[in-house]
């Protein structure tokens, strides 16, 4: 698939230096300043300020591609900086700085807001807020990075109706869930799936999933990762970072390791026990 479908997402330099701890800091060590990806420095290069945070490096100088229909498990051991990724290529890590494309476009060139609503991070505990599910579902549709362009100009981006949010609820398996209830009334399970369904509807182009099925059942878990393969059916790139058995729906398996990652062999990939960790 990766041979014909385009690349969504280009990354070269990604790199994250983390402060250290204030006791294994050297004395009078400057206090790390935190370091946002999207300020490039007077240089104009993103990576220059790298340089200015002392302290553990995650994972330094990572480059990869990913492509629209890939499902990316990435795994590594417990601290090998999963997570630190994820957040790195959502533009949410003050402490990492990366030269990332998106279809083409720098990441410079748009406003960190509007990256993020189509390179969507998903934690591991969202929230849904709303008296209703519709209106949990329906909460990101109203707010400005869904209005605006680049250029601050009004996009119209209408919001789901009632029909396009029950049809793509039954679509992904949803079909318990109703649209009038409180969203605390829901479900673990119910939560983390309409959670997912939130994002899936403002069709971002990369989904980040971050341990989305943690401290789901089996049942819920398959139904979590059901969503994700249709969202890489409809052409969105997913990675996901799981601490379960393989499910057999990755396309790709990453493994990020004392600072490096490395692409897994599909025979690699499906006997590695670490996915399982
Ligand atoms: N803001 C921060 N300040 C200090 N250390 C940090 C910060 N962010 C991440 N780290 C450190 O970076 C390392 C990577 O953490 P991360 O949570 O990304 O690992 P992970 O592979 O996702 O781990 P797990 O599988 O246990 O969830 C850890 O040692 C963590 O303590």
């Known amino acids: 698939m990766n041979t014909v479908t385009p690349i969504v997402l280009e990354a070269a330099h990604v790199t994250c230096t983390v402060p250290q701890p204030a006791h294994a800091a050297p004395a009078k060590s400057p206090r790390p300043r935190a370091v946002r990806p999207w300020r490039r420095g007077a240089s104009g290069d993103a990576r220059s300020e790298s340089h200015a945070a002392p302290g553990k490096t995650v994972f330094r100088d990572l480059s990869f591609t990913v492509h629209g229909g890939d499902i990316v498990d990435l795994i590594g051991p417990s601290g090998s900086g999963k997570s630190t990724l994820l957040t790195t290529l959502a533009l949410l890590n003050p402490h990492a700085t990366a030269t990332l494309t998106l279809d083409g476009t720098d990441s410079a060139a748009m406003t960190p807001e509007r990256w993020r609503r189509l390179v969507a991070y998903l934690p591991q505990r969202p929230t849904l807020i709303g ?15 869904h209005q605006r362009d680049d250029a601050g100009a009004a996009v119209r981006e209408p919001v789901p109706d009632e029909g396009m949010i029950r049809r ?4 992904v398996g949803c079909d318990d869930i109703e649209l009038e209830r409180p969203p605390q009334d829901l479900s673990v399970g119910q939560q983390a799936r309409v959670c997912m369904l939130r994002t899936l509807l403002t069709k971002p182009r990369v989904m980040l999933a971050d341990e989305v099925d943690a401290g789901l059942d089996d049942e819920n878990a398959d139904r979590v990762a059901d969503i994700l393969a249709y969202a890489a059916h409809q052409g969105m790139a997913i990675i996901r970072v799981r601490h379960r058995p393989a499910d057999g729906r990755a396309t790709r398996t990453w493994r990020l390791a004392d600072g490096t990652l490395t692409e897994l062999a599909a025979h690699d990939a499906h006997s590695n026990e670490e996915v399982a960790r």
Do not use: M, N
Request: no cysteine; glycine share 0%; net charge neutral.
């Open 168 to 171: 793509t609820l039954d679509r």
């Open 131 to 145: 008296e209703t599910v519709r209106d949990a579902i329906t909460l990101p549709f109203t707010l400005k990075v």
